[in-house]
């Protein structure tokens, strides 16, 4: 098993930033991407940002030049720095491993942290 803990969380004013972090722990697995998605209640969850070794980097189109993903060599870690960010970033926001096996594709996800962007 993979166990993801995220932070960096919390309430910002319009204009701010914020940085998440993700740390990775547990089952070593062939790690094929990571990433970003978020939440806002009543919604389904959407990507934000991603990783994977086959390219580069992928961003929702709401927070390209705004946002930056990154990751550490071993895959064991993803960054998100948010800039400029809006209310309309408000949500939960959710840190993914997806890793590949035999068996197929698996996700692995982190319990959330919450990102408040006040007006």
């Known amino acids: 098993q993979v166990q993801l803990v995220e932070s960096g969380g919390g309430l910002v004013q319009a204009g701010g930033s914020l940085r998440l972090s993700c740390a990775a722990s547990?089952?070593?697995?062939?790690?094929?991407?990571m990433g970003w998605y978020r939440q806002t209640p009543g919604n389904q969850r959407e990507l934000v940002a991603a990783?994977?070794?086959?390219?580069?980097?992928n961003y929702a189109d709401s927070v390209k030049g705004r946002f930056t993903i990154s990751r550490d060599n071993a895959w064991k870690s993803v960054n998100l720095q948010m800039n400029s960010l809006r209310p309309e970033d408000t949500a939960v926001y959710y840190c993914?491993?997806?890793?590949?096996?035999?068996?197929?594709?698996?996700?692995?996800w982190g319990q959330g942290t919450q990102v408040t962007v006040s007006s």
């Open positions: 993914i491993l997806r890793a590949e096996s035999r068996d197929g594709t698996n996700d692995y």
């Open positions: 547990g089952s070593s697995v062939s790690v094929n991407a």
């Open positions: 990783v994977t070794r086959a390219g580069s980097p």
